[in-house]
T-cell receptor, first 112, second 115 residues
Framework: DQQVKQNSPSLSVQEGRISILNCDYTNSMFDYFLWYKKYPAEGPTFLISISSIKDKNEDGRFTVFLNKSAKHLSLHIVPSQPGDSAVYFC???????????FGPGTRLSVLP | ETGVTQTPRHLVMGMTNKKSLKCEQHLGHNAMYWYKQSAKKPLELMFVYNFKEQTENNSVPSRFSPECPNSSHLFLHLHTLQPEDSALYLCDSSQVAGGPTGELFFGEGSRLTVL
């Protein structure tokens, strides 16, 4: 049973537009969420995180929104750039770090 | 089934002990990685091995010593650790040349507790 889901395996967006990557989770014990970006043959790079006490966290072009009641979070990239093309992974963690789960990833392609 | 197996899943050790974590993959990948996952912190890349050669050491203290005898196995030898080293240690592998790209093949992790 997947505890962290990213239902869109791929997404294509035009350069300059907004990219919205979605993530859903099932475990109500998760209270800290992270987004990672991964290029081929490299390890994941941390992008942004959000604690369950917040509903929004912003860092430059990246904003993460958390809807606890819906167990849903999303990553917004504005404006999207060709260099943003990569696979994006959502991850979730419980309060004690005992349970840390990655989603399956969404491949983002930003078209020039 | 992730394709990447880590043992042991749980390890408790004293500060003077010497132990090892093991990672094994039979996915035909040529790159393997060790990460440290502490509570409420982003994943930290520790070591990268590419075709059995260490290509990255992310300023990791010498009390952590990696070993990659072949492309399928990766070890993390632990000695004289500190309590702050308690964390989940994750192994990952990826195809270096050709094949699927961007996928994650993490093991389930080894939960380390240093007393």
């Amino acid at each position: 049973d997947q505890q962290v889901k990213q239902n869109s395996p791929s997404l294509s967006v035009q350069e300059g537009r907004i990219s919205i990557l979605n993530c859903d989770y099932t475990n109500s014990m998760f209270d800290y969420f992270l987004w990672y970006k991964k290029y081929p043959a490299e390890g994941p790079t941390f992008l942004i995180s959000i604690s369950s006490i917040k509903d929004k966290n912003e860092d430059g072009r990246f904003t993460v929104f958390l809807n606890k009641s819906a167990k849903h979070l999303s990553l917004h990239i504005v404006p999207s750039q060709p260099g943003d093309s990569a696979v994006y992974f959502c991850a979730a963690m419980d309060n004690y770090g005992q349970n840390f789960v990655f989603g399956p990833g969404t491949r983002l392609s930003v078209l020039p | 089934e992730t394709g990447v197996t880590q043992t042991p899943r749980h390890l408790v050790m004293g500060m003077t002990n010497k132990k090892s974590l093991k990672c094994e993959q039979h996915l035909g990948h040529n790159a393997m990685y060790w990460y440290k996952q502490s509570a409420k912190k982003p994943l930290e890349l520790m070591f990268v091995y590419n075709f059995k050669e260490q290509t990255e050491n992310n300023s990791v203290p010498s009390r952590f010593s990696p070993e990659c005898p072949n492309s399928s196995h990766l070890f993390l030898h632990l000695h004289t650790l500190q309590p702050e080293d308690s964390a989940l240690y994750l192994c990952d592998s990826s195809q270096v040349a050709g094949g699927p790209t961007g996928e994650l093949f993490f093991g389930e992790g080894s939960r380390l507790t240093v007393l």
